[in-house]
Antibody, heavy 120, light 112 residues
Framework: EVQLVESGGGLVQPGRSLKLSCVAS????????MNWIRQAPGKGLEWVAY????????YYAETVKGRFTISRDNAKNTLYLQMTSLRSEDTALYYC?????????????WGQGTLVTVSS | DIVMTQGALPNPVPSGESASITCQSS???????????LNWYLQRPGQSPQLLIY???TRASGVSDRFSGSGSGTDFTLKISSVEAEDVGVYYC?????????FGSGTKLEIK
């Protein structure tokens, strides 16, 4: 069974940093691209970042480019999102989601999310 | 960026009736390979989103055949035949033709 478990969320002050993790199990993590997707309280879904299986291809939403860094450790089956210069508008539930093999681009597997609150 | 625009539903929808959710993209999602790069999700209250449809009309594994997707290059419809209580939630369309991947703003379905 595919499982994705996010962690690392919490309350952080504006301008500070936070690192999220997503541990994957139930599939060969190194074979799949991965994504971070977020959802502000009461709002819709916003794709944040993608990383290919071997980390060769990385894409970001403009709203986070230059502040967030997606990475992965295939030996640890873990996806990361390093978030810096956090703003109040980054407050959201952050999901990790598995990417299918190209040319697919849907999210069949999601974690339960980890909540990030940016507030002073 | 490709903008995805979703229509609203005349809520609440009577149980057993059909419901159609519309989604429009600012750019054609029909690729030269003949496939349309459009997905649909349902997010039930308090849950993570669930994939319903990919490639515009292919049902995901385990999804009821009451759900069907159709459309052209820029106009899409998710049809739910005979809505049930478990269909309540917010429906999102999403394009994957190009990055950044983008979602529609969501369409809420309520059942009467």
């Amino acid at each position: 069974e595919v499982q994705l478990v996010e962690s690392g969320g919490g309350l952080v002050q504006p301008g500070r940093s936070l690192k999220l993790s997503c541990v994957a199990s139930g599939f060969t993590f190194s074979n799949y691209g991965m994504n971070w997707i977020r959802q502000a309280p009461g709002k819709g879904l916003e794709w944040v970042a993608y990383i290919s299986s071997g980390s060769s291809y990385i894409y970001y939403a403009e709203t986070v480019k230059g502040r967030f860094t997606i990475s992965r450790d295939n030996a640890k089956n873990t996806l990361y999102l390093q978030m810096t210069s956090l703003r109040s508008e980054d407050t959201a539930l952050y999901y990790c989601a598995r990417h299918p093999p190209p040319p697919g681009g849907w999210f069949a597997y999601w974690g339960q999310g980890t909540l990030v609150t940016v507030s002073s | 960026d490709i903008v995805m625009t979703q229509g609203a539903l005349p809520n609440p929808v009577p149980s057993g009736e059909s419901a159609s959710i519309t989604c429009q993209s600012s750019k054609s999602l029909l690729h030269s390979n003949g496939k349309t790069y459009l997905n649909w999700y349902l997010q039930r209250p308090g849950q993570s989103p669930q994939l319903l449809i990919y490639w515009m009309s292919t049902r995901a594994s385990g999804v009821s055949d009451r759900f069907s997707g159709s459309g052209s290059g820029t106009d899409f419809t998710l049809k739910i035949s005979s809505v049930e209580a478990e269909d309540v939630g917010v429906y999102y369309c999403q394009q994957f033709l190009e990055y950044p991947l983008t979602f529609g703003s969501g369409t809420k379905l309520e059942i009467k």
